[in-house]
């Protein structure tokens, strides 16, 4: 019988497990002169760089106790090496060996290698409380903003200033339907005025009856909304601090005793409303008043920090009911995301000014399907576009040229079409800057 076969395997194999094991080492040497190559290490790295500055210290902190915990577990599997290579050099000495051996080998190599790569001794916990803020993940799908033809068409107004069909007085507030058909709150004629798309002159929905507090009267509204599921019309009558609805011809007080500046109305049937005295939002649902509402961005007093506002002018609201708050007197719009403590500054947020990273009292706020949002610089007399986690925004239209010129622009609307609509209130009209496909 031939026995120099199997002996010649046995061997071949014995030489493939010291092979694995000579790699062993060397990834435990690699640790040694490395070890901040740690997998745990890694997974700091990168909480730090989403945390930036306010966590960097206890990175630190934590970086030195994976190290010290790391090099013992180093330590020890480089004990468990050693025992293991003796017993292979014994093994090949005594030239007395089977497959068993080689499976026990295997097992500790495998066992040990995993216990090297992932220790069992040490990991990281989260607590239960919050560290730090709350981060965004930005759809890079579209890296351009949207560009406009910068010739504006007058869609409404334009007529110099007067209470005439087809005059305005200071608007503020717009709507747009799904027919291009616009909402205005003609705010200094006390009126909300629908002007059909491409019509010559509007015609009252609401007020238009004197400024005063009776129930066909309006005083100074701001905004304008329509209810898509009953087409109620929906108003911010400001300086008679209430919010009311226009439905089949009767008006009704929804909200009464707020001062009111702005609208927004989310899919799942709530109802926001600004509140520049509180320095708060809050929000209803649909039909269901007679309570105080939820508060969900500021009520924490006038001021600058991230949980607070400071004169809040008008708000937008996307589909997860996140809320974009143009903070006026800040010179910032701030988004609050659902049930949060604070908000995050997405535009200006450094001081009253006319850079690219600040913004003067902004007014209409709203974002586009990509994230975007545009805000009415009204200081600036310039449209603003911003993307989340960008330290600057650009000019969309206006501040410059005789064809996109604003004074003082207040509210701003997209149609179906995402072509632009600004209030130009100081002009007295409405504009439509048309989007380049």
Same mark, same amino acid.
């Given at each position: 019988?031939?026995?120099?076969?199997?002996?010649?395997?046995? *061997?071949?194999? +014995?030489?493939?497990?010291?092979? %694995?094991y %000579?790699?062993?080492?060397?990834?435990?040497?690699?640790?040694?002169?490395?070890?901040?190559?740690?997998?745990l290490?890694?997974?700091?790295d990168?909480?730090?760089?989403?945390?930036?500055?306010?966590?960097?210290?206890?990175?630190?902190?934590? =970086?030195?106790?994976?190290?010290?915990s790391?090099?013992?577990?180093?330590?020890?599997?480089? @004990?468990?090496?050693?025992?293991?290579?003796?017993?292979?050099?014994?093994? %090949?000495?005594?030239?007395?060996?089977?497959?068993?051996?080689?499976?026990?080998? =295997? *097992?500790?190599?495998?066992?040990?290698?995993?216990?090297?790569?992932?220790?069992?001794? /040490?990991?990281?916990?989260?607590?239960?409380?919050?560290?730090?803020?709350?981060?965004?993940?930005?759809?890079?799908?579209?890296? @351009?903003?949207? @560009?406009?033809?910068?010739?504006?068409?007058?869609?409404?107004?334009?007529?110099?200033?007067?209470?005439?069909?087809?005059?305005?007085?200071?608007?503020?507030?717009?709507?747009?339907?799904?027919?291009?058909?616009?909402?205005?709150?003609?705010?200094?004629?006390?009126?909300?005025?629908e002007?059909?798309?491409?019509?010559?002159?509007?015609?009252?929905?609401?007020?238009?009856?004197?400024?005063? *507090?009776?129930? #066909?009267?309006?005083?100074?509204?701001?905004?304008?909304?329509?209810?898509?599921?009953?087409?109620?019309? /929906?108003?911010?009558?400001?300086?008679?601090r209430?919010?009311?609805?226009?439905?089949?011809?009767?008006?009704?007080?929804?909200?009464?005793?707020?001062?009111?500046?702005?609208?927004?109305?989310?899919?799942?049937?709530?109802?926001?409303?600004?509140?520049?005295?509180?320095?708060?939002?809050?929000?209803?649902?649909?039909?269901?008043? #007679?309570?105080?509402?939820?508060?969900?961005?500021?009520?924490?007093? *006038?001021?600058?920090?991230?949980?607070?506002?400071?004169?809040?002018?008008?708000?937008?609201?996307?589909?997860?009911?996140?809320?974009?708050?143009?903070?006026?007197?800040?010179?910032?719009?701030?988004?609050? =995301?659902?049930?949060?403590?604070?908000?995050?500054?997405?535009?200006?947020?450094?001081?009253?000014?006319?850079? +690219?990273?600040? +913004?003067?009292?902004?007014?209409?706020?709203?974002?586009?399907?990509?994230?975007?949002?545009?805000v009415?610089?009204?200081?600036?007399?310039?449209?603003?576009?911003?993307?989340?986690?960008?330290?600057?925004?650009?000019?969309?239209?206006?501040?410059?040229?005789?064809?996109?010129?604003?004074?003082?622009p207040?509210?701003?609307?997209?149609?179906?079409?995402?072509?632009?609509?600004?209030?130009?209130?100081?002009?007295?009209?409405?504009?439509?800057?048309?989007?380049i496909?």
């Amino acid at each position: 019988m031939n026995f120099t076969e199997p002996q010649q395997r046995l *061997n071949e194999e +014995l030489h493939h497990i010291i092979n %694995d094991y %000579d790699q062993f080492k060397q990834r435990i040497n690699e640790l040694k002169q490395n070890p901040y190559n740690h997998v745990l290490i890694k997974d700091i790295d990168q909480w730090e760089r989403t945390s930036i500055e306010k966590i960097q210290q206890k990175a630190k902190d934590s =970086r030195e106790i994976v190290t010290e915990s790391s090099q013992t577990c180093i330590n020890d599997n480089e @004990k468990k090496y050693n025992d293991l290579t003796e017993q292979i050099q014994q093994l %090949d000495k005594e030239n007395d060996f089977n497959e068993s051996n080689f499976n026990y080998l =295997r *097992n500790e190599l495998t066992k040990n290698t995993e216990e090297l790569n992932n220790p069992s001794t /040490i990991s990281i916990e989260q607590g239960s409380q919050a560290f730090i803020n709350d981060v965004s993940i930005i759809s890079s799908k579209k890296s @351009k903003f949207n @560009k406009y033809k910068q010739n504006a068409i007058t869609v409404a107004g334009g007529n110099e200033e007067g209470e005439e069909l087809n005059q305005l007085i200071g608007p503020m507030g717009i709507f747009i339907d799904e027919k291009k058909n616009i909402f205005i709150a003609d705010t200094h004629n006390h009126r909300i005025i629908e002007w059909k798309c491409n019509a010559k002159e509007g015609h009252i929905i609401a007020g238009g009856n004197g400024r005063g *507090n009776r129930m #066909n009267q309006l005083n100074q509204p701001q905004d304008v909304i329509v209810d898509p599921k009953n087409h109620s019309i /929906i108003i911010a009558d400001y300086s008679n601090r209430r919010v009311v609805q226009l439905l089949n011809h009767n008006q009704q007080i929804l909200i009464d005793n707020i001062d009111c500046y702005s609208l927004a109305i989310d899919q799942h049937g709530f109802l926001y409303v600004s509140d520049w005295y509180r320095n708060e939002v809050r929000r209803w649902k649909m039909g269901e008043y #007679n309570n105080e509402g939820i508060v969900v961005a500021g009520a924490n007093g *006038n001021g600058d920090q991230l949980n607070q506002l400071n004169f809040p002018t008008f708000i937008f609201v996307d589909e997860n009911q996140s809320v974009y708050v143009s903070d006026m007197s800040n010179h910032r719009v701030m988004k609050w =995301r659902k049930d949060a403590k604070e908000g995050r500054i997405v535009a200006g947020g450094n001081g009253e000014g006319r850079n +690219l990273n600040q +913004l003067s009292e902004p007014q209409g706020v709203i974002v586009d399907h990509s994230g975007q949002i545009y805000v009415a610089d009204y200081g600036n007399a310039r449209i603003m576009c911003w993307c989340e986690e960008k330290e600057e925004g650009e000019i969309i239209v206006g501040e410059n040229g005789a064809g996109n010129q604003l004074n003082h622009p207040f509210g701003l609307s997209f149609d179906d079409e995402e072509n632009l609509y600004v209030v130009d209130s100081h002009n007295h009209r409405i504009q439509k800057f048309e989007i380049i496909v």
